[in-house]
């Protein structure tokens, strides 16, 4: 569809999901890349979503491009992946995989040996079927689509990950710190050789994921949350390597806790956008998946999905109203508790808003 962003960009709008941002500096660099990438005319990265908004010239856009572009600034864009099975003739093959490339691949192989062509896509915009079948409508005959692992809840998955990894890192800096963090008191727990051992394993192995973000901005000639990070406890667990051979005071436990800390608040984020994934998901299966509209004289069942705005939709007594709206004819008493957990129907006029999966009681 053909929309307009602001005043004066015009174009196509493409979504991506972006793996691995974590600071409004990340979202930054990620714009940056893609409004480099020939044929965007308009870029936004969210922290929040995990996600890129772009408005394309899709006569001018190459898809691969895009993938390049953010991988170049040390991120990666979300994809699923599938097998096509098509009969085309080896020396067909690099035209058969033309025609599989465009709006929404981001990479496409044709092996002319097994007839199986091997793209990966964006899932936000379309799927395998829909691929192959642009073979088909290109005269090749498609045999067989086999779709690759595909993870319906996109964020879910993402989040789910990246916890399992701090998790991981986590659990030996949560330890190493609770041996260290009385010396802030004066209390050597352990001498300090054995200190700097310790926050060694904090400072590389649970605090790596800020060495290379600093990394990564470095090579990007900016600053993020990494930087601050690692400059912090770097220089603290440099000087204190030094100091331990020099006789002078160490402060191993200020890198250690400062690393476990960041990592701890980054972890309750994860779980916090996690239990609120699941809320919003709850909330949405109270959508009921048919809708019927009035369209021209009689009244049709379509996929809720499908009401446009200004179509008038049909709820009899005790069923869920599939679709956000307005009341334009009628009245009646709606169940509301599952949005407001008011236990009392709430009374609905003509011109009175009504909320999808909400019930008519009567």
């Not at 689509?145 to 998790?167: M, Y």
Request: aromatic share 8%.
């Amino acid at each position: 569809m053909e929309i307009s962003v602001g005043l004066k960009v015009k174009g196509r709008e493409t979504v991506l999901k972006i793996l691995g941002m974590h600071c409004a500096t990340c979202s930054l660099t990620v714009q940056k890349a893609l409004l480099s990438v020939p044929g965007v005319k308009w870029a936004e990265a969210s922290l929040a979503s995990n996600e890129a908004k772009l408005v394309v010239d899709p006569e001018a856009l190459d898809y691969s491009e895009l993938l390049k572009a953010v991988r170049r600034v040390g991120y990666d864009v979300f994809r699923e992946s599938a097998y096509i099975a098509a009969e085309f003739r080896p020396e067909e093959a690099e035209a058969a995989e033309r025609r599989v490339r465009g709006w929404g691949v981001f990479y496409a192989k044709a092996n002319p040996a097994t007839g199986v062509i091997y793209v990966e896509y964006n899932p936000l915009e379309l799927d395998a079927d829909m691929v192959a079948k642009r073979l088909e409508e290109a005269g090749y005959k498609v045999r067989e689509v086999k779709k690759g692992d595909v993870e319906v809840d996109v964020d879910r998955r993402v989040a789910e990950l990246e916890a399992r990894d701090i998790r991981r890192r986590l659990i030996p800096a949560v330890l190493i710190s609770l041996v260290l963090a009385p010396t802030m008191l004066g209390i050597k727990v352990v001498p300090p050789l054995a200190q700097m051992a310790l926050t060694a394993i904090v400072q590389f192995y649970s605090g790596w994921r800020f060495i290379s973000g600093a990394a990564r901005a470095f090579r990007n000639k900016t600053a993020n949350m990494d930087t601050l990070v690692t400059l912090g406890t770097l220089s603290a667990f440099l000087y204190s390597s030094y100091a331990v051979f020099s006789g002078w005071p160490t402060f191993f436990e200020v890198s250690a806790v400062v690393i476990t800390f960041t990592l701890a608040g980054r972890y309750v984020e994860i779980l916090m956008k996690l239990r609120t994934g699941d809320a919003v998901r709850k909330l949405a299966q109270l959508q009921p998946p048919k809708a019927r509209v009035k369209r021209g004289d009689e009244w049709v069942e379509v996929k809720a999905s499908e009401v446009k705005p200004g179509e008038v939709v049909e709820v009899r007594e005790g069923e869920k109203i599939p679709v956000d709206g307005y009341v334009d004819e009628g009245a009646g008493a709606v169940d509301e508790s599952a949005f407001t957990g008011e236990p009392l129907p709430v009374e609905k006029k003509a011109g009175d808003l009504v909320l999808a999966g909400t019930v008519l009681i009567k």
